[in-house]
């Protein structure tokens, strides 16, 4: 344990909570605890949200992967990023118009039932803690390499850590904790990057040449098929990486944060440019760990894989860099997932109790109240999980809450802003058929049942073949919200035609003088 490292790592949380004290003070209302009161600009939003998505399992699950498995890591990054195609053309501006603090907001604009509210609800918990879990994994595999401390004492510094700054700063701390964070990620991969391109005299031919043979697979580990030996596996889980963004709780929550729709597609150019940027350098990031720090060192480290890059850091600028990179990781950590618990809280105390339990009959006090309790909830569940999950890669647990988004979530905000006939039963099955049958394949897949011992979470055989099930699950959820349109006889096209016009203008019928 340097004394760099404890003075990069100390700077890092003084200035986090800094930002929380700070932001204490202006946390009056639910809407500035859930939204900061919808006062962020397009360019702070854009870097929140790519704050937000370039998490442990972007900065240190992606590295891993590409440095172990060459190009079929690399499937990550180009899953994640296009799947900001798909937020910015289909989901980010109606989701504006509808909504206000939660999915199940913009559901509710076109079905007020209690039973849509509850199912949105409990699936947004469902990824959020999937999520969660990914984020504690990395964060305990950093303090316990960065501060030489066990990972179980890690896990509950940094889940201690996210609830103080949620419960204080609220949505405020925590987007200028994402802002801060993506500028302190960006500076340390372009700093790491420069490094591994001057070790090939700035010639990315020569890099590429050199990958080559660099490790023990040779010219197969510039191809497909190393690791991802089945396309269809491969191609399921490039499904729920594209699609899932669309679906995630605490990447949609980001758009309630600016004040209307043209802001947040504003946010999401932004972010997409900032995104792209970073997933183009991880090529640089695997391919250096991979040369320069070697397989046997990263996994003895990790055996997911997770170290890669800030093992790369110190293999290249000392402990000096290797200090700063862990620093700005830990940060990375805890912006997301103080982003995530508030939208898991939000579910909690916003949807679950506020409009269900209390009919909507709620003051602005207990409404704050409840969502600081519904982020201890969260916290304590996400450390518990966490504590068994160690050996896991991050970018998986990831994949398959974006597989869970995918199937759930992504169908039933497709068919509330597109299809005229979809209803409140074709809502509640449509998410339950995705988040089911997402959650039924994740629990028989190889990634939980092996035959070796400690490669998966279970020793025995998977019943089914596929690690991500999104190629399944996804048109499922699907298919479950049309029968369940079909099967009901419900139908109100005038609430439609208000929703319509709602999710693409902004524009309230109710609000139009005739």
Known sequence: MSITAIAMFVGIVGLTLAITWWASRKNNTASD???????????????????????????????????????????????????????????AEPLRNLGKFTLADMISARFDAKKVRGTAALSSIVIVLFYMIAQLVGAGALIQLLLGIDYWVAVLLVGFMMTVYVLFGGMTATSWVQIIKACLLMLGTVIISFLVLAKFDFNILTMFSHMSTATEAGEAYLNPGLKYTNGIDTISMLIALVLGTAGLPHILMRFFTVKDAQTARSSVIWATWI?????????????????????????????????????????????????????????????????LVLSGASALSHDIYGQIIKKGKVTEREQVIAARTGSIIISVISIVLALGAQTLNVAFLVSLAFCIAASANLPVIIYTIYWKRFNTTGAVTGMLTGLISALILVA??????NPVEGAAIFVGEALFPLGNPAIISVPLGFLGGWIGTLLSKEADEAKYREVEVKAQTGISVQDVSH
Request: charged share 5%.
């Open 444 to 449: 028989l897949s190889p990634n939980v049942w």
């Open 275 to 339: 995104v792209g940027l970073f997933y183009v350098l991880t090529i640089f990031l695997g391919f250096g760990a991979a040369a320069f720090v070697g397989k046997d060192a990263i996994v003895a480290a990790n055996a997911a894989g997770n170290m890669a890059a800030p093992l790369l850091a110190q293999a290249l600028g000392g402990d000096i860099l290797f200090s700063f990179v862990c620093a700005v990781a830990f940060a990375t950590i805890l912006a997301v997932v103080a982003g």
């Open 33 to 91: 605890f859930y939204t900061a009161g919808g006062g962020l600009k397009g360019w702070q939003n854009g870097l929140a949200i790519s704050g937000d998505y370039l998490s442990a399992a972007s900065f240190l699950g992606i590295a891993g992967s590409i440095a172990l498995a060459g190009f079929d890591g690399f499937f990550f990054s180009l899953g994640y990023l296009v799947a900001y195609l798909v937020v910015l053309y289909i989901v």
